[in-house]
């Protein structure tokens, strides 16, 4: 039996591959569209980002309940003696809240197994480094204190910049903040907003330029200044657009000497309601 059993929500897009290698189970959310909710499992998504396309009768989305994220930890139980779950930011998100209230739960329901929760402050790719980390650690056998203590190093330095050519969708979901104004501007823009434990965990606005090609250079200016000349990871995600995703990569790799394979995630629908289609996004963080 494992010491440490990693389990994340679904909006780290940890890639199926990855999830395998390093032993990470993944809590998905629900999507509602047409008044009926759906594990995003189970909804198609080439359905669900036609009706994104269409503006119209918009689907919504919902975390994981407290008994859904029970039941991870009820199997994770059965292979490990402790668990640590990573959530999206709470201040976007209730999911943290739900893994909260499991672990409440499950200290009379499994009372031999211990239970640590950690609010990543951040999403997507950052919130995968963390994961991966994580689980890398739990993979060499250290402890529930350990491996929470590893995942809280990555957390502090961590920070997911995400581009879109529009934020309407992410602004409909009520999660833009500062960027309010830049989602009702009249003017076409690609804007990147930062996500991470700097920014307090909610969103920050970054830079809006006119083309995708300056927003991109400019991202990864940004990326060279927070690392410091630092050993580059990183993470890529994105929102049903694997051409930019492809492209990020390859510019990133041109530019930067990530130490470690450079994963790329597709959204599940959850992520795509939110988001819309059409974002991509960097997590990344300098190595000592």
């Known amino acids: 039996m ?67 994220v029970l039941e991870s930890f009820k199997r994770a139980s059965q292979q490990a003696k402790s668990i640590l ?29 211990t239970i640590e929760v950690l609010d990543s402050l951040t999403v997507a790719g950052a919130e995968m480094l963390i994961a991966i980390e994580a689980a890398k650690a739990a993979n060499e056998g250290k402890s529930l204190p350990e491996v929470t203590e590893v995942a809280t190093k990555i957390k502090q330095r961590v920070a997911s910049f995400a581009l879109r050519e529009s934020l309407f969708h992410f602004d409909r979901s009520g999660r833009t903040g500062k960027a309010t104004d830049w989602a009702k501007s009249a003017i076409p823009t690609v804007t990147a907003l930062e996500i991470s434990a700097a920014s307090g965990g909610v969103v920050k606005p970054l830079l809006r330029e006119r083309s995708v090609t300056k927003a991109i ?7 060279e200044e927070r690392t410091k000349g630092g050993r580059l990871r990183a993470a890529i995600t994105h929102t049903n657009v694997p051409d930019k995703a492809k492209e ?26 939110v988001n819309g289609e059409g974002m991509w996004e960097v997590g990344f963080y300098a190595e000592d």
Do not use: C, W
Not at 248 to 267: C, D, M, N, Q, W
């Open 248 to 273: 990020l990569k390859k510019r990133l790799l041109s530019r930067f000497k990530p130490t470690e394979e450079v994963y790329i995630g597709e959204a599940m629908p959850f992520v795509g309601v």
């Open 2 to 68: 494992k010491e440490v059993a990693i389990i994340v929500d679904s909006v780290a897009m940890i890639p199926p591959e990855a999830a395998e290698k390093y032993g990470i189970s993944v809590v998905p959310s629900h999507v509602v569209m047409d008044g009926k909710d759906y594990l995003e499992t189970e909804i198609d998504r080439e359905q669900v980002y036609a009706r994104l396309r269409s503006k119209e009768n918009l689907p919504s989305t919902s975390a994981a309940s407290p008994g859904e």
């Open 217 to 223: 250079e400019a991202t990864l200016n940004l990326v």
């Open 85 to 113: 779950f990573i959530s999206l930011s709470s201040g976007l998100s209730a999911i943290y809240s739900s893994a909260t209230d499991a672990k409440k739960l499950a200290q009379q329901q499994l009372p031999d197994t």
